[in-house]
């Protein structure tokens, strides 16, 4: 069974950081692409941030181009997120997705095929 399993939300005041975790078991992802989504109060599921298999290639959203750095570590089948500068804006659920079929970017959430439960990122301000 794949599971990913997200960690290192919480809540933080504006201008803070935080770093987001995406553990993967059940199958290797080191060939396939990784994502990060968010899901705000009364908003629909949002791309984040993207990275291919190796891991040289990322994309990102605008609003968090410039604050917010994906990563990851394929000998811990293990994806990051490290957002710094952040925003009350940026308060949302955030969301890690695995791609089983494509090494190359993926910026749609139909493009993956697993997903997280989530972990909640609060900013106050």
């Known amino acids: 069974q794949v599971q990913l399993v997200e960690s290192g939300g919480g809540l933080v005041q504006a201008g803070g950081s935080l770093r987001l975790s995406c553990a993967a078991s059940g199958r290797t992802f080191s060939g396939y692409a990784m994502g990060w989504f968010r899901q705000g109060p009364g908003k629909e599921r949002a791309f984040v941030a993207a990275?291919?298999?190796?891991?040289?290639?990322?994309y990102y959203a605008n609003s968090v181009k410039g604050r917010f750095t994906i990563s990851r570590d394929n000998a811990k089948n293990t994806v990051y997120l490290q957002m710094n500068s952040l925003k009350p804006e940026d308060t949302a659920r955030y969301y890690c997705a695995g791609d089983g079929r494509h090494s190359g970017l993926q910026f749609n959430a139909g493009g993956y095929d697993y997903w997280g439960q989530g972990t909640q990122v609060t900013v106050s301000s």
């Open positions: 990275i291919n298999y190796s891991g040289r290639s990322t």
